[in-house]
């Protein structure tokens, strides 16, 4: 049997697919770790440094960025966006299965640099769902839903390069977050992660 | 969201792997169902026809390959032994998982003709765990165990063609039958099983 380093798990999801709730569930459970990201980007009031981001300047963004430090970075609204490899590389290390909540041009960087991770995008159960959601919340302008319905175009058409598709209904986060579970369980049986199984079984290397 | 088939679940097992404990957890859930066999050898006794096979001439068994009446069918021992494919399609257009526990032969045939057959081969956490639990059995004469355990060379040597492997720790069954468990819920979120999601989320097909 194969001793088992943690998962690297990319989550995305457009507004509105309850994302917040399921990773909040999940990261309750002690096998799933977060990652806490960099930003050039001014700390909002409350925010604190090594907690809701690493706060950089650019100069020292680019820096890592130069310096391979950064698992995976992004730039958006003219401030980087990125995961410190070092924190991420040990959490996975230890054991634990390391979330990272990014959007989708993100993801594709992961993958392509880390071929073992898995993807995951969360989906409402319906476009109209998702607007019912977020003209729910009563907290946003017009304007503001509407860009984030748009954004949900280009989002979801990045849907099949993703390895799967989770589904969260109205009032069943505790669902998705089961089935992110399942698939963290089931990814760990596979054959492509498990290398020399037969050599190991007649080696008895339990 | 897509409307759900069943999946087409393989397993295989060495002696000793503990298959017919995990397999009977699986089966008391009505998510799960088996399918009768066919096969040619005589009823021992105790055996109901169409309950633990259904029992056919060779002749019989021969017009139903022909008619490709048999989803999977090998031979051993001079006998037939096959999956009768018209009850296996009803399974799993029912919406149930339908466990087929074959061969590593079969096994390669089934995936062959289905290419969405998920295969699990199910393995004893090591060598030396199986002929313990081989020989502490008391009941098989050395020779019969002999040759179960050489027969484990020939089925954990393949191995890489099957999607998952699944170790069934001693007094682990309940964790065994778990993994398949995930296997089945992360398999149905797969990219792969869901098509055109961007289409259907947008059409509002929840």
Redesign the interface.
């Known amino acids: 049997?194969p001793t088992e380093n943690g998962l690297l798990l990319v989550v995305s999801g457009p507004a509105g697919s309850g994302k917040g709730t399921v990773l909040a569930e999940l990261l309750a459970d002690p096998a799933f770790a977060y990652s806490v990201s960099a930003t050039t980007r001014a700390p909002r009031p409350g925010e604190a440094d090594g907690v809701n981001y690493y706060f950089l300047d650019r100069a020292a963004f680019e820096a890592r960025i130069a310096n391979d430090d950064m698992l995976e970075y992004t730039e958006y609204c003219g401030n980087y966006y990125g995961t410190p490899r070092a924190e991420a590389e040990a959490v996975l290390a230890s054991g634990r299965n390391l979330i990272l909540e990014i959007e989708v041009e993100g993801a594709a960087n992961v993958k392509r640099r880390y071929p073992g991770a898995v993807s995951?995008?969360l989906?409402p159960?319906?476009?109209?769902?998702q607007e019912a959601r977020l003209r729910g919340r009563g907290t946003e302008t017009e304007e503001k839903i509407r860009a984030r319905l748009a954004r949900t175009?280009e989002e979801?058409?990045k849907?099949?390069d993703?390895?799967?598709?989770?589904?969260n209904r109205d009032g069943c986060a505790h669902a998705a977050a089961?089935?992110i579970?399942?698939?963290v369980?089931?990814?760990r049986?596979?054959?492509a992660r498990?290398a020399d199984?037969?050599t190991r079984?007649?080696a008895?290397?339990?």
Do not use: H, K, Q
């Open positions: 049997m995951v995008m989906l159960p319906s476009f109209a769902v175009r979801v058409a849907v099949e993703y390895d799967y598709v989770v589904y089961e089935d579970r399942a698939i369980r089931a990814e049986a596979r054959l498990n199984v037969a079984y007649f008895n290397e339990e």
